[in-house]
């Protein structure tokens, strides 16, 4: 570090040729100086700084020391009095129990289970599995009856907390295969499924559409199918012989002598899009419409 501003050393004449920096100054002035105790430079114990800034505290503090028991309900407003008056109302009849605008979604089941909002998302999840149950998505079998060659994939419930207008709308649980451990058949048709690929509409697909819509003055609209996945068809390729199997969700009818047999593609696989694109465009065949992509609404 220069003690004296280099930049004016050729207006001044001052500095020039000369060594100015603050370690030439110290090793001039303190030649045996080694640190900075050498230096003069000391450290009061911390025992004595905590007394110093104790010290300074008692000097600033003014008025009584607030005790809390003797405090009474009536003297401050509590977190559950409505500052915004009683016309003004900070949760809606659709709440349930346990939520707030600010609550996060659980990341797994555990999480879940210990939240605030735990009796509504058993609630969910309960519901979910019997919607699944109806549609006939899986059968239970037993453990005992499946050969090696059959592989049992995990399961687990996403929680999301779904939102409208940042107003509470409902709890949406939904049953996801772990999919990342499913492997692609390769030349020895040992694998969980044998593609992935799913054509979907390309912007300039949409884009000429609209155009045409346009043009002939007509009238476009779009369709939500719910569930989609799970109407879809189970392809030859998935699984072993088309069979697959998975076990019991967390926190959900916990037998291990069981597990479910998929008949239906299901969130979380690689070729349940594929699934889909495929039920979907051989019942528009069928129908007597062209065979399209399809991209499913998320």
């Not at 001039?28 to 800034?53: H, I, Q, Y």
Request: positive net charge.
């Amino acid at each position: 570090m220069q003690m004296f501003c280099t930049s004016l050393e050729l207006e001044t004449k001052q500095g020039q040729i000369a060594d100015l920096s603050i370690m030439t100054a110290l090793t001039l002035t303190n030649p045996g100086a080694k640190s900075l105790f050498d230096l003069g430079v000391r450290c009061k114990p911390r025992s004595e700084t905590t007394r110093g800034v104790i010290a300074v505290f008692d000097s600033m503090r003014v008025g009584t020391i607030f005790d809390a028991s003797q405090a009474s309900s009536d003297d401050f407003e509590t977190s559950e009095q409505n500052p915004f008056g009683d016309e003004c109302h900070l949760r809606s009849s659709r709440d349930p129990v346990g939520y707030s605008k600010g609550a996060p979604d659980p990341k797994h089941h555990g999480q879940a289970m210990q939240s605030t909002m735990k009796a509504e998302w058993i609630k969910s999840q309960t519901s979910k599995m019997d919607g699944l149950w109806r549609r006939g998505v899986f059968q239970k079998v037993l453990r005992s009856s499946l050969t090696p060659q059959y592989r049992v994939f995990t399961s687990r419930f996403p929680y999301k907390i779904k939102r409208k207008g940042r107003e509470f709308d409902k709890c949406k649980v939904r049953l996801e295969v772990q999919g990342q451990h499913m492997r692609r058949k390769g030349e020895d048709s040992v694998g969980d499924y044998d593609n992935t690929f799913s054509p979907v509409p390309a912007a300039s697909g949409f884009r000429t559409i609209l155009s045409l819509t346009t043009q002939q003055n007509m009238f476009t609209d779009h369709v939500n199918i719910s569930r989609a996945f799970v109407q879809g068809e189970l392809l030859p390729g998935d699984g072993h012989s088309g069979k697959v199997y998975i076990s019991s969700p967390p926190g959900y009818d916990k037998d291990p002598l069981h597990v479910y047999r998929l008949l239906k593609p299901l969130y979380g696989m690689p070729s349940a899009a594929r699934a889909w694109h495929t039920t979907m465009s051989a019942f528009l065949a069928k129908e007597g419409c062209a065979t399209v992509g399809f991209e499913k609404s998320m």
